[in-house]
């Protein structure tokens, strides 16, 4: 396998960008585990789109039902139900790591973007808040990511689980 | 194992033991799911011939098809040579169903037609069929399912009560009818599955559990139907006979199509649809009446404009799976509404459900090893559900509780213990 820079027909990624957009999904992957929804609210855009597809992302959002299909203000409602204290989904918070690879550039519409970035991922989620048991939950995000006052925001984040046409426990957490 | 359940279910309470004892479990599979009739599918799912789709009823797999003269077949997905599932994905379009192990076939209404090596099988292949539900019956469009055969017409056990909970949700269509999207979302949960005929129709836990949602999206128009405490509060929780219940959330409603989140100003190409079908004062009506917030026993959730199935697993496991429903003759907006609505009520990732799915978690934790020996004999791990019985009226054959009362709680369980309690 080569550098997923290579991936980018266009070539328009260097070695500087590709280690910055790799450093962006840890940060989010990072403030997503610690739920710190301040933190992960502050690096996504005012017209940010957060699915989770019931199954492959291969349908329109607005014409079917999904996990999780929040335009920008339903995602800050979202945030705010979690920083009540009492979303007893998450009362308290599920401890998380997760862990994120292959991580390829899909598209740049220029060399400073907007980017179309993907990782695999597992999360690894114990549910303290009731069985204690330890969910794992295994996945392909894709990012859309774009340059506002020179800073990297999340534009669209679409999280695929491999679990996604089955049953899932509670989703209450930031995936 | 011989469970006493006149015992165990009192009129004002009910022992922990029910929630987790294998033995009621077992019990519960013959005697509600396999005697009884269960909510299996929407006509909409199997649309046209050819069209079927998996599911189980209690822990039986079945396949509901429909055949090529459009009748429908609640077949078990079980070959009937050495039991091999024949059917492994959600849905499907096909003539025949063909094992995977020795390649027998098998039409869509259940009839074995290809054997392979034909000669070496002894038996006439009518003998051979599938394995199939005793009684399949659909009412507007809902298909239920009896695996005995012996429940009676469906026509009975919804009642006229049940048929008008169903009535009010079609009737919300100016074509009368409904469908729903083809997924449906389960919810998997680590509790016994009459937590959620309980949860999904209690009146009282609104402002505790949901607390979180009220704060974070305060039009909520949950704030007006089933919150304000009982001084504010003019909801009813109502008994339908039959094990069917409701939350009657319409002497709250303020204004049409507030159960819709929208006005009649917003939406006038529904209203005057509305009136085209139905006339100005039905419609009116309709419109202000909203869907029911109901259980039609046992498995069936009418939540709103939501449709809900509570598959139960084992005694401490229960899938909730959701869909949207979809109003048949209505512009497209209306029915993207209905779905953003139902991703945020329902489902493991909503703003709702997860808070009663945590709430049941930590009831079946609490019930531990409850077990009648130990704990009913000795007054220990009953649950209490007396909460309004005092002030219940009749009306007519519904019974009728303030809107935080556990009418419905006791609706389920007067129900259960009937049908539980019958030992033939």
Redesign the interface.
């Known amino acids: 396998m080569s550098e997923p820079a290579a991936t980018v027909a266009h070539g328009a990624i260097d070695a500087a960008t590709l280690g910055e957009l790799k450093a962006f999904l840890y940060r989010e992957a990072g403030l997503a585990d610690a739920s710190d929804y301040d933190g992960w609210e502050a690096l996504v855009t005012d017209d940010m789109h957060y699915w989770v597809p019931r199954g492959p992302a291969d349908y329109d959002p607005a014409e079917g039902l999904s996990y999780i299909n929040d335009n920008r203000p339903r995602l800050a409602t979202r945030l705010r139900q979690l920083r009540s204290g009492s979303r007893w989904a998450q009362v308290p918070h599920s401890p998380m790591r997760r862990l994120l690879s292959n991580i390829e550039v899909l598209a740049a519409d220029s060399a400073a973007g907007p980017y179309t970035v993907a990782a695999n991922f597992v999360v690894y989620e114990l549910a303290a808040q009731s069985t204690g048991a330890l969910h794992l939950w295994p996945g392909r995000a894709t990012y859309r990511l774009r340059r506002e006052h020179g800073q990297l925001r999340m534009a669209q984040k679409i999280v695929e689980l491999v679990t996604a046409r089955r049953p899932l426990p509670n989703l209450a957490f930031l995936l | 194992m011989h469970t006493d359940y006149q015992a165990l279910v009192r009129d004002d309470r009910v022992h922990g033991s029910l929630y987790v004892e294998p033995g009621v479990f077992r019990d519960e599979m013959t005697r509600i799911f396999h005697r009884g009739w269960s909510f299996i599918a929407h006509a909409s799912e199997v649309p046209e011939p050819g069209c079927w789709i998996t599911r189980r009823i209690g822990l039986e797999p079945y396949i509901l098809t429909r055949d090529m003269d459009g009748r429908l077949h609640a077949l078990a997905n079980r070959c009937s040579h050495r039991g091999t599932a024949l059917c492994w994905e959600?849905r499907g379009r096909s003539k025949h169903f063909q094992c995977t192990y020795h390649g027998w076939s098998f039409a869509l209404d259940g009839r074995l037609t290809g054997v392979a090596y034909r000669g070496g099988l002894n038996k006439d292949m009518g003998e051979l069929g599938l394995d199939r539900a005793g009684q399949v019956e659909a009412y507007r469009g809902f298909i239920f399912v009896n695996p005995s055969g012996t429940a009676g017409p469906l026509a009975a056990h919804l009642g006229t009560g049940g048929q008008a909970l169903i009535d009010r949700l079609c009737d919300l269509s100016p074509q009368g009818s409904i469908r729903v999207?083809p997924?449906w979302?389960?919810?998997?949960?680590?509790s016994n599955w009459k937590m959620w005929p309980e949860s999904d129709n209690d009146g009282y836990h609104f402002q505790f559990?949901h607390?979180?949602?009220v704060?974070?999206?305060p039009d909520t128009y949950y704030q007006e139907t089933v919150l304000g405490g009982e001084s504010g509060n003019i909801s009813h929780a109502v008994d339908h006979g039959q094990g069917h219940f409701e939350l009657d959330l319409r002497p709250s409603y303020k204004a049409p199509l507030a159960w819709l989140g929208t006005t009649q100003e917003k939406t006038p190409e529904y209203c005057t649809a509305m009136e085209s079908a139905y006339g100005a004062e039905r419609a009116g009506q309709l419109m202000m009446d909203g869907p029911p917030h109901a259980m039609i026993f046992p498995n069936l959730f009418l939540g709103e404009l939501n449709l809900a199935i509570v598959e139960p697993v084992a005694p401490n496991i229960t899938?909730h799976?959701h869909?949207?429903v979809q109003l048949e003759g209505v512009d497209a907006r209306i029915n993207?509404r209905i779905?953003?609505q139902?991703?945020?009520a329902l489902?493991?990732?909503s703003?709702i459900v997860?808070?009663d799915?945590?709430?049941a978690?930590?009831m079946q934790?609490g019930f531990g090893g409850a077990s009648p020996e130990n704990h009913a004999a000795q007054g220990k791990a009953w649950i209490d559900l007396s909460r309004g019985m005092a002030r219940e009226t009749m009306d007519g054959p519904r019974r009728v509780g303030q809107v935080s009362d556990e009418t419905t709680n006791r609706a389920f369980w007067r129900h259960y213990r009937d049908v539980m309690g019958a030992t033939s």
């Open positions: 959600e999207p997924t979302i389960g919810h998997r949960i680590a559990v607390s979180s949602t704060k974070a999206a899938v799976h869909t949207a993207r779905l953003r139902s991703e945020a489902g493991p990732a703003f997860p808070d799915a945590v709430t978690e930590k934790s």
